[in-house]
């Protein structure tokens, strides 16, 4: 007779959480994430080969340009004009270990919690895509450029949109009224 496995709860994990022993755990993760930072990448070197370093092309005027700017920054460009050696290894150690946390925090989702875990595997897609950027490049490649008249939103990029998109999606989440049980 084969032995009985504990309950999640008994093995470190959290009652309803993704069990280890499910073959699809990983599945809202690593699917999004790698959809995310496969068009990321691919859109990227699209820019850098068809687009001039600070070149504009506008899309739809007073809203929408496509732009080929470098973010050596954080988040909304944060410490971009630093220009401190050691930068761009801070930035991808924070990136790696965004990617460790984030891993973490899937496995402490509930199985059911479907909006959390999709947010996650979107946040996990941007992180690395951008991780790969500044890996590559020493800096994150930008193109997307929105304004109204002469007030412009930060350039960024498809990996920044699916960061947004997940933490609203957790967000979300979050803020869905329990299930009656």
């Given at each position: 007779m084969?032995p009985?496995?504990l309950?999640?709860s008994n093995?470190?994990?959290?009652?309803?959480?993704?069990?280890a022993s499910?073959?699809?755990?990983?599945?809202?993760?690593?699917?999004?994430?790698?959809?995310v930072?496969m068009v990321?990448?691919?859109?990227?070197a699209?820019v850098?080969h068809?687009?001039?370093l600070?070149?504009?092309?506008?899309v739809v005027?007073?809203f929408?340009n496509?732009v080929?700017v470098?973010?050596?920054?954080?988040?909304f460009s944060l410490f971009?004009?630093?220009?401190?050696a050691?930068?761009?290894?801070?930035?991808?150690a924070i990136?790696?270990a965004?990617?460790l946390?984030i891993?973490y925090?899937y496995r402490?989702a509930?199985?059911?919690d479907?909006w959390?875990?999709?947010?996650?595997?979107l946040?996990?897609?941007g992180?690395?895509g951008n991780?790969?950027?500044?890996?590559?490049?020493?800096n994150?490649v930008?193109f997307?450029?929105?304004?109204l008249?002469a007030?412009?939103?930060p350039?960024?990029?498809?990996?920044?949109?699916?960061?947004?998109?997940?933490?609203g999606?957790?967000?979300l989440?979050l803020?869905k009224?329990?299930a009656a049980?």
């Amino acid at each position: 007779m084969a032995p009985k496995s504990l309950p999640a709860s008994n093995r470190g994990i959290p009652a309803g959480a993704v069990a280890a022993s499910d073959p699809h755990r990983f599945r809202l993760l690593w699917v999004p994430a790698l959809l995310v930072t496969m068009v990321d990448q691919a859109v990227k070197a699209w820019v850098v080969h068809a687009l001039p370093l600070f070149s504009v092309q506008m899309v739809v005027p007073g809203f929408f340009n496509l732009v080929h700017v470098r973010n050596t920054g954080g988040a909304f460009s944060l410490f971009a004009h630093a220009g401190l050696a050691w930068q761009r290894w801070l930035f991808v150690a924070i990136g790696a270990a965004a990617l460790l946390v984030i891993v973490y925090l899937y496995r402490q989702a509930a199985a059911a919690d479907v909006w959390s875990r999709l947010g996650f595997g979107l946040i996990f897609g941007g992180a690395l895509g951008n991780l790969i950027d500044r890996v590559r490049y020493g800096n994150v490649v930008d193109f997307l450029d929105v304004y109204l008249g002469a007030h412009h939103w930060p350039a960024f990029n498809v990996a920044d949109a699916a960061i947004s998109i997940g933490a609203g999606a957790i967000i979300l989440a979050l803020l869905k009224p329990p299930a009656a049980g």
